[in-house]
Nanobody, 116 residues
Framework: QARLEESGGGLVQPGGSLRLSCAASGDVLNFRFAIMGWFRQAPGAKRELIAS???????QYADSLKGRFTISKDNDKDTMYLQMNTLQPEDTAVYYC????????WGPGTQVTVSS
């Protein structure tokens, strides 16, 4: 599998925005053709899939996002993105990327903290 590295997280006030990146390196063929997804894991909670995108760029989202997030993917750059708008405290979590089943080795994740 490709190596996946998440970045772009940080501390943001409620209502703010962040853009997360998931960069693939090494063996990137699976990254390019798999259904990829963004996951998040809040403290004490299970890791959950919140958005996914196919190789031909068809997105799907968890209902809980309420239309606030947008997933995208650039196969030429081997990078996947998650644009997060109108962030709320309940969005606080470590965000990861993987295939939509979460079966590849996990990257380091990136911490998103939404707090005033």
């Amino acid at each position: 599998q490709a190596r996946l590295e998440e970045s772009g997280g940080g501390l943001v006030q409620p209502g703010g925005s962040l853009r997360l990146s998931c960069a693939a390196s090494g063996d990137v063929l699976n990254f390019r053709f798999a259904i990829m997804g963004w996951f998040r894991q809040a403290p004490g909670a299970k890791r959950e899939l919140i958005a996914s995108i196919t190789h031909d760029l068809r997105p799907q989202y968890a209902d809980s996002l309420k239309g606030r997030f947008t997933i995208s993917k650039d196969n030429d750059k081997d990078t996947m993105y998650l644009q997060m708008n109108t962030l709320q405290p309940e969005d606080t979590a470590v965000y990861y990327c993987n295939n939509n089943h979460g079966t590849w080795p996990w990257g380091p994740g990136t911490q998103v903290t939404v707090s005033s």
